[in-house]
């Protein structure tokens, strides 16, 4: 069984302030297969954080359906983790009680929460920093925290929204490696949205690349390209020359779009 089928997704959004609607998302079709690591790439405002809230079960479309494991989606749930672009922390709570906060809120009592974080700690590699508060951590741990927070309850699925663009060069290429790693390790299936090619093409086993907006399915890549990944091989730039002359496709008709 696939792990998310998305069924000709429709999203408009009401903009009431300006009395008019929005099509965000059109008619998007899109089958993600169980440990799959899907990559959403697009231009901004394509619609790649609308068509992952809508997985997530934030927002609901106005047309289509949205399943996961199977069931369809009809708001959040513990089988899908979601890390953002900000580790939205709690600034009052020591990392091992940020990881393990929905532990907290199900009643969980203090010495199991604080064992169960620690296989996640472990995992992120922030051993050592389980004491810490949030305004102790740089970006890259504090990502690295809210990872562990959405493995802890062991999802099937992963959503993730650009969680290393306010990262530095050098931390973000770490932190693409340890994902990797812990995607291996874990097999789950993960959906990352990101604007960068280089990014896609380091993770995913897939890419699926939206046009402009209103967001439509461009084209869907399987990238077999083997691990680590080496961003100077002869395929991965063919794959990243095809990619890219998608995107300047789109630019260019979205240009004339706007000077008709
Ligand atoms: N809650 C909302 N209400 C109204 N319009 C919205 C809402 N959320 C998103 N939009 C609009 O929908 C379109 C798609 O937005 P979305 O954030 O999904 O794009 P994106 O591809 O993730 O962009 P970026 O890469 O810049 O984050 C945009 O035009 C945005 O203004």
Redesign the pocket.
């Known amino acids: 069984m696939a792990s998310i089928e998305l069924q000709n997704i429709t999203?408009i959004?009401?903009?009431t302030k300006r009395k008019r609607d929005?099509l965000?998302?059109d008619d998007v079709s899109l089958t993600v297969e169980r440990n799959e690591f899907l990559c959403l790439l697009?231009?901004?405002?394509?619609?790649?954080?609308?068509?992952?809230?809508m997985i997530a079960g934030f927002?609901k479309p106005t047309k289509g359906t949205v399943t996961v494991g199977g069931k369809p989606v009809d708001g959040p749930g513990a089988d899908r983790g979601m890390v953002f672009q900000q580790a939205t922390l709690m600034p009052w709570l020591p990392v091992w009680e940020n990881i393990a906060f929905h532990l907290r809120l199900k009643g969980w009592r203090k010495a199991d929460r604080r064992a169960a974080a620690q296989e996640y700690i472990d995992l992120v590699g922030l051993k050592g920093f389980e004491n810490h508060y949030p305004a102790e951590l740089s970006g890259g741990m504090s990502q690295r925290v809210g990872i562990a927070r959405a493995l802890l309850l062991n999802p099937q699925v992963i959503l993730m929204?650009?969680p290393f663009a306010a990262l530095d060069a050098q931390t973000k290429m770490d932190m693409q490696e340890e994902l990797v790693a812990i995607w291996q390790k874990q097999r789950c299936t993960i959906v990352f949205?990101t604007?960068s090619v280089d990014e896609a093409l380091v993770l995913g086993t897939q890419v699926a690349v939206?046009t402009s907006?209103p967001?439509r399915l461009r084209e869907r890549i399987e990238l077999d390209l083997p691990r680590p990944r080496d961003i100077t091989s002869p395929r991965f730039n063919d794959h990243k020359r095809h990619i890219l002359n998608l995107i300047r496709e789109e630019g260019l008709q979205q240009r004339q779009v706007a000077a008709a």
């Open positions: 999203k959004y009401s903009d929005l965000a998302i697009g231009s901004s405002g394509c619609g790649k954080s609308t068509l992952l809230n927002e929204d650009e949205v604007h939206l907006r967001g």
